[in-house]
């Protein structure tokens, strides 16, 4: 795969971005500097400059003397971000309740048919996206790039957790239900219940990841 000379520190960092997403590059594995150069047909400089900008997004970490690391996402890590992802989030619920339109909220209409679609029929890769779809859409509503941008970046490094909180038992009904009380206050022009529900809704989130881990924990244990 050979990259184009034009911004291509970037296209490298994009292209390592989506393999660690993608788990080919694994959770505290070393990117070996002079593998990737040969399999990217790059130079050392744009590859680290593309390092770099991973290191700056939370995806990497560097070592002195040793280079950088796929970063790992701990409990801890996920108990400190879920608190203030669920502030951002629900500030832009509080936000798009302010400012959605009747258009806005007939294509939000739309996006929740399909979300309980989804959840009736158990398709949960699915209920992912949709979830995704609406999330994306409330944030684009509330009309703030800074919060929009930190959000982005806190996604992240959820991302490289693999979260699957939807494997919890009960947990696609309950986040169907939260969704529709997020939307219920978002078409009352409700900006302060839809902030709460937002908030609800992640911090439960991080909740049923709780209850999923200890159970595979108590699966391992037995």
Excluded at 4 to 14: G, I, K, M, T
Excluded at 110 to 129: F, N, P
């Amino acid at each position: 795969m050979r990259l184009v000379p034009s911004s291509l520190h970037q296209q490298v960092a994009d292209t390592l971005r989506e393999q660690i997403f993608a788990g080919q590059l694994a959770p505290g594995s070393f990117l070996d500097e002079l593998t990737l150069c040969e399999r990217l047909e790059i130079s050392r400089t744009p590859l680290r400059e593309a390092l770099k900008v991973l290191t700056a997004e939370g995806l990497l970490r560097h070592e002195p003397r040793r280079g950088c690391f796929v970063n790992e996402v701990t409990e801890q890590d996920l108990d400190d971000i879920f608190p203030v992802i669920a502030l951002l989030e629900g500030r832009c619920a509080y936000e798009a309740a302010r400012h959605a339109s009747d258009a806005d909220l007939a294509a939000l209409t739309t996006l929740h048919e399909r979300l309980a679609s989804h959840a009736q029929a158990g398709r949960v890769t699915d209920y992912y996206a949709a979830n995704l779809a609406i999330h994306e859409a409330i944030i684009l509503l509330a009309d703030n790039r800074w919060l929009a941008q930190v959000i982005a970046d806190l996604r992240k490094i959820l991302k490289l957790a693999r979260l699957q909180s939807l494997q919890a038992p009960g947990r696609l009904a309950q986040s169907l239900s939260e969704h529709m009380t997020v939307f219920a206050a978002l078409k009352s022009r409700d900006s302060e219940g839809a902030e709460a529900a937002m908030r609800t809704h992640l911090t439960r989130q991080r909740e049923a990841l709780k209850s999923l881990a200890r159970q595979q924990h108590s699966r391992v244990a037995s």
